[in-house]
């Protein structure tokens, strides 16, 4: 056969190619196979590597050649007669690369040798010719196989990749809706006497700066600045030499209606300027500020804003300043917002001032927003509590003691809410004191001041064990005593729970959401239930309802009065029936969840050495509690350190558990106690001889009936002189039972 040369083109990756063949005749010399390796569509590396063409017959001989050149792109293997010495299929044919520890080999390549007898040298270079013709062509039809395939499968993969894109987004949605969906079980309950909400953005922070209104805009030096009120925003005009200045949210100098910020917080104040075409002056010497007075009375600058240069003229731009409540501020009173210009005394003309002034907690500055917390609206989560004091005349002393409130008594340790407003020197703070059984007096601290209500202030707290029950008081001081001055108490609320609702009777709106969010459009509102059994079906609001219906239908509502009135009061009936049947349903469902058994479980404690006589042992860390109750609804707390359990209601507490006791043959007894209160009761021990040279586990159980306010502790009783070894409380168990 004549010298024949084969280019091939091989990937050492084996990934899907077409195969390569290589036709000869039994003993021939001269074959050449060049190949171009590549590995993963890329060209190959052949430096430093050894390339070899290996065959199997096909009597399983095996053959080899050793590449006689390689190159950065090529490999040549130059044949001889011993790789073609036998006619037939060869079952394997395959390039192999080594370097170092590595080695790759191609696909298969289809290697056929004839037979010598079988052609001729001319028909064998006939035959020669007509298959690698046939091998061009197979390999033209696998190129195009191959490229319509590979449009398939990027097109596939395509499909998948936006398909998995939606299955994300769809999942994205099933999660959400499943969010939506458990949210139904806890709808969430708003109160306010307006639902006039106006088209505001409540998608931001919540105000708490005072209704800003003619009332509360005014001039602080008429000499030369005069303020023009006009509905939603007040005209200030300079009428004389001297620098401009507004008061805002304040009646000089009688009246601040900002309340008093917190220390260290941060906070962000905006109001509305408009530079009117009048204004001579140089617009960047205007500024807003805060302000307030030291305990001395001597002014206290929160933060001033210049107002840009560039502002324009003829709209209102909002003018806004971010800044932390510095400690100056901690003694301080008559919190109030200003507008004016600095050393800019002989400007003439106006600028106006608007009303939709926000102050916010934050950096940043969200669009504005009434004050929800202020008339008309006095918004709460809760409907109004009951206020428990019975004597609630306004009141003005200057004496320490500044008012005695008779009161309901209250539970111990249940908790309650005091809120007061009254006004009072900056030095003086505001102490409620209780009397208890015994006589004395007791007190939780002093009241806070309410964010977004001026002179309004509050506290939370949980009364006492020994609470007096009968003739109960709670007394007002001003503290400290020894700087006191005239206060003036408007009224106090005193209320059960941990919410400080407004002191209003009612609310006349209610709103009902599935989310929990202070945006009162995220409520579906209607008219409170208690409002509409209270005040509906009466003669009064009927006529109410009629006269201001009259003024839109032309008088014909007194038509049908008769009509009105029993429709009214069939809705009354329905009320009355649906809130009883919603009270019975609350109820049952408390009288299951109460039913549930509660229990909580607790792992080791700290392991204690060298312990003495009287030694505290700390539980350990909660792990796990009942299947109906969470860590939140356990009758008692448990002190940092685990030493002290207190309860937090009345309750009756099993408690099963075991105690390593780990000592040594100088002492022969062992007690673990569980104390309730400083009294000593048995938990668990080991009797008089005991071996406590080895680790003891002792298990012990005991049953306390606590009221709120009790503290159980265990603690190590052995001998006087004697130390425990190890002692670690290993395991405990605290369950809620009922006492027959």
Same mark, same amino acid.
């Given at each position: 056969?004549?010298?024949?040369?084969?280019?091939?083109?091989?990937?050492?990756?084996?990934?899907?190619?077409?195969?390569?063949?290589?036709?000869?005749?039994?003993?021939?010399?001269?074959?050449?196979?060049?190949?171009?390796?590549?590995?993963?569509?890329?060209?190959?590396?052949?430096?430093?590597?050894?390339?070899?063409?290996?065959?199997?017959?096909?009597?399983?001989?095996?053959?080899?050649?050793?590449?006689?050149?390689?190159?950065?792109?090529?490999?040549?293997?130059?044949?001889?007669?011993?790789?073609?010495?036998?006619?037939?299929?060869?079952?394997?044919?395959?390039?192999?690369?080594?370097?170092?520890?590595?080695?790759?080999?191609?696909?298969?390549?289809?290697?056929?040798?004839?037979?010598?007898?079988?052609?001729?040298?001319?028909?064998?270079?006939?035959?020669?010719?007509?298959?690698?013709?046939?091998?061009?062509?197979?390999?033209?039809?696998?190129?195009?196989?191959?490229?319509?395939?590979?449009?398939?499968?990027?097109?596939?993969?395509?499909?998948?990749?936006?398909?998995?894109?939606?299955?994300?987004?769809?999942?994205?949605?099933?999660?959400?809706?499943?969010?939506?969906?458990?949210?139904?079980?806890?709808?969430?309950?708003?109160?306010?006497?307006?639902?006039?909400?106006?088209?505001?953005?409540?998608?931001?922070?919540?105000?708490?700066?005072?209704?800003?209104?003619?009332?509360?805009?005014?001039?602080?030096?008429?000499?030369?600045?005069?303020?023009?009120?006009?509905?939603?925003?007040?005209?200030?005009?300079?009428?004389?030499?001297?620098?401009?200045?507004?008061?805002?949210?304040?009646?000089?100098?009688?009246?601040?209606?900002?309340? $008093? +910020?917190?220390? *260290?917080?941060?906070? @962000?104040?905006?109001? %509305?300027?408009?530079?009117? /075409?009048? #204004?001579?002056?140089?617009?960047?010497?205007?500024?807003?500020?805060?302000?307030?007075?030291?305990?001395?009375?001597?002014?206290?600058?929160?933060?001033?804003?210049?107002?840009?240069?560039?502002?324009?003229?003829?709209?209102?731009?909002?003018?806004?300043?971010?800044?932390?409540?510095?400690?100056?501020?901690?003694?301080?009173?008559?919190?109030?917002?200003?507008?004016?210009?600095?050393?800019?005394?002989?400007?003439?003309?106006?600028?106006?001032?608007?009303?939709?002034? $926000? +102050?916010?907690? *934050?950096?940043?500055? @969200?669009?504005?927003? %009434?004050?929800?917390?202020? /008339?008309? #609206?006095?918004?709460?989560?809760?409907?109004?509590?009951?206020?428990?004091?019975?004597?609630?005349?306004?009141?003005?002393?200057?004496?320490?003691?500044?008012?005695?409130?008779?009161?309901?008594?209250?539970?111990?340790?249940?908790?309650?809410?005091?809120?007061?407003?009254?006004?009072?020197?900056?030095?003086?703070?505001?102490?409620?004191?209780?009397?208890?059984?015994?006589?004395?007096?007791?007190?939780?601290?002093?009241?806070?001041?309410?964010?977004?209500?001026?002179?309004?202030?509050?506290?939370?707290?949980?009364?006492?064990?020994?609470?007096?029950?009968?003739?109960?008081?709670?007394?007002?001081?001003?503290?400290?005593?020894?700087?006191?001055?005239?206060?003036?108490?408007?009224?106090?609320?005193?209320?059960?729970?941990?919410?400080?609702?407004?002191?209003?009777?009612?609310?006349?709106?209610?709103?009902?959401?599935?989310?929990?969010?202070?945006?009162?459009?995220?409520?579906?509102?209607?008219?409170?239930?208690?409002?509409?059994?209270?005040?509906?079906?009466?003669?009064?609001?009927?006529?109410?309802?009629?006269?201001?219906?009259?003024?839109?239908?032309?008088?014909?509502?007194?038509?049908?009065?008769?009509?009105?009135?029993?429709?009214?009061?069939?809705?009354?009936?329905?009320?009355?029936?649906?809130?009883?049947?919603?009270?019975?349903?609350?109820?049952?469902?408390?009288?299951?969840?109460?039913?549930?058994?509660?229990?909580?479980?607790?792992?080791?404690?700290?392991?204690?050495?060298?312990?003495?006589?009287?030694?505290?042992?700390?539980?350990?860390?909660?792990?796990?509690?009942?299947?109906?109750?969470?860590?939140?609804?356990?009758?008692?707390?448990?002190?940092?350190?685990?030493?002290?359990?207190?309860?937090?209601?009345?309750?009756?507490?099993?408690?099963?558990?075991?105690?390593?006791?780990?000592?040594?043959?100088?002492?022969?007894?062992?007690?673990?106690?569980?104390?309730?209160?400083?009294?000593?009761?048995?938990?668990?021990?080991?009797?008089?001889?005991?071996?406590?040279?080895?680790?003891?586990?002792?298990?012990?159980?005991?049953?306390?009936?606590?009221?709120?306010?009790?503290?159980?502790?265990?603690?190590?009783?052995?001998?006087?002189?004697?130390?425990?070894?190890?002692?670690?409380?290993?395991?405990?168990?605290?369950?809620?039972?009922?006492?027959?």
């Amino acid at each position: 056969m004549a010298s024949s040369l084969y280019n091939l083109a091989l990937d050492f990756s084996k990934e899907l190619n077409y195969t390569k063949a290589i036709m000869a005749r039994q003993g021939d010399k001269g074959i050449t196979v060049t190949v171009k390796p590549f590995l993963n569509g890329l060209q190959m590396d052949t430096s430093g590597g050894t390339f070899t063409l290996k065959g199997t017959t096909p009597s399983n001989r095996y053959v080899d050649s050793v590449a006689t050149s390689v190159t950065s792109e090529e490999v040549t293997f130059s044949l001889d007669g011993t790789f073609m010495s036998e006619a037939g299929y060869y079952k394997h044919c395959y390039v192999e690369y080594r370097k170092d520890n590595q080695i790759l080999t191609t696909q298969d390549i289809i290697f056929f040798s004839l037979g010598v007898s079988d052609i001729s040298q001319g028909q064998a270079d006939e035959h020669v010719s007509q298959l690698e013709e046939l091998i061009r062509k197979y390999n033209e039809t696998f190129d195009a196989f191959m490229a319509e395939i590979k449009g398939r499968v990027d097109s596939l993969n395509k499909q998948i990749t936006d398909l998995t894109g939606q299955a994300k987004t769809l999942q994205d949605k099933l999660d959400a809706l499943k969010e939506e969906i458990s949210k139904l079980g806890n709808l969430h309950v708003m109160y306010s006497n307006s639902i006039d909400f106006g088209g505001y953005d409540y998608s931001g922070n919540p105000n708490i700066a005072p209704v800003i209104n003619d009332g509360n805009v005014f001039s602080l030096n008429n000499a030369w600045t005069k303020v023009t009120p006009h509905g939603t925003f007040a005209t200030s005009e300079k009428i004389a030499d001297g620098d401009m200045t507004v008061g805002i949210g304040m009646v000089p100098w009688s009246r601040y209606d900002f309340s $008093k +910020l917190t220390v *260290g917080k941060r906070y @962000t104040l905006t109001i %509305p300027i408009r530079i009117n /075409e009048t #204004y001579t002056g140089d617009v960047s010497r205007l500024f807003i500020r805060l302000r307030c007075l030291d305990k001395d009375n001597q002014t206290i600058v929160i933060i001033t804003a210049m107002v840009p240069k560039d502002t324009s003229v003829g709209v209102f731009t909002n003018i806004s300043a971010s800044f932390n409540v510095q400690s100056s501020t901690e003694v301080s009173h008559s919190w109030y917002a200003q507008v004016g210009a600095s050393g800019d005394p002989t400007s003439r003309g106006s600028i106006d001032i608007g009303y939709n002034i $926000k +102050l916010e907690e *934050g950096s940043n500055t @969200t669009p504005y927003q %009434p004050n929800l917390l202020a /008339e008309p #609206y006095n918004m709460c989560r809760e409907y109004p509590n009951e206020n428990m004091v019975l004597n609630n005349d306004p009141v003005t002393s200057s004496t320490y003691l500044v008012k005695n409130y008779q009161i309901k008594s209250l539970v111990k340790g249940k908790k309650y809410t005091v809120t007061l407003k009254g006004t009072k020197p900056s030095t003086q703070t505001w102490r409620p004191f209780f009397n208890r059984d015994n006589g004395s007096d007791w007190t939780f601290g002093d009241l806070k001041p309410v964010e977004g209500l001026p002179d309004t202030w509050t506290y939370t707290f949980t009364a006492a064990t020994d609470s007096k029950t009968s003739g109960a008081y709670m007394s007002v001081y001003q503290v400290p005593s020894t700087s006191v001055g005239q206060c003036k108490f408007d009224w106090c609320k005193l209320e059960e729970g941990g919410t400080r609702t407004p002191n209003i009777e009612q609310y006349k709106y209610r709103g009902i959401g599935m989310r929990d969010s202070n945006n009162p459009k995220d409520y579906v509102w209607d008219l409170a239930p208690e409002y509409v059994e209270d005040n509906l079906a009466t003669d009064v609001k009927i006529s109410e309802i009629t006269g201001k219906a009259n003024n839109y239908t032309d008088g014909k509502v007194s038509q049908i009065n008769s009509q009105l009135t029993a429709s009214i009061n069939e809705v009354d009936k329905k009320v009355t029936a649906n809130t009883s049947k919603i009270a019975t349903n609350i109820t049952n469902i408390k009288t299951i969840s109460d039913a549930m058994p509660l229990y909580a479980i607790y792992s080791e404690g700290r392991d204690l050495t060298d312990s003495p006589d009287g030694t505290k042992i700390p539980i350990g860390a909660l792990v796990a509690t009942d299947f109906a109750h969470t860590a939140s609804d356990l009758p008692y707390t448990i002190s940092s350190d685990g030493i002290t359990l207190t309860a937090t209601r009345n309750c009756v507490l099993f408690f099963e558990g075991s105690v390593k006791l780990h000592g040594n043959n100088t002492f022969k007894f062992a007690y673990v106690k569980i104390r309730k209160n400083g009294s000593d009761t048995n938990f668990a021990n080991v009797g008089s001889s005991a071996n406590l040279n080895y680790m003891t586990s002792q298990a012990g159980q005991y049953v306390h009936t606590l009221v709120a306010g009790d503290k159980v502790e265990f603690t190590l009783g052995i001998d006087a002189a004697a130390k425990m070894f190890h002692l670690q409380l290993l395991s405990l168990k605290i369950s809620e039972v009922k006492p027959i």
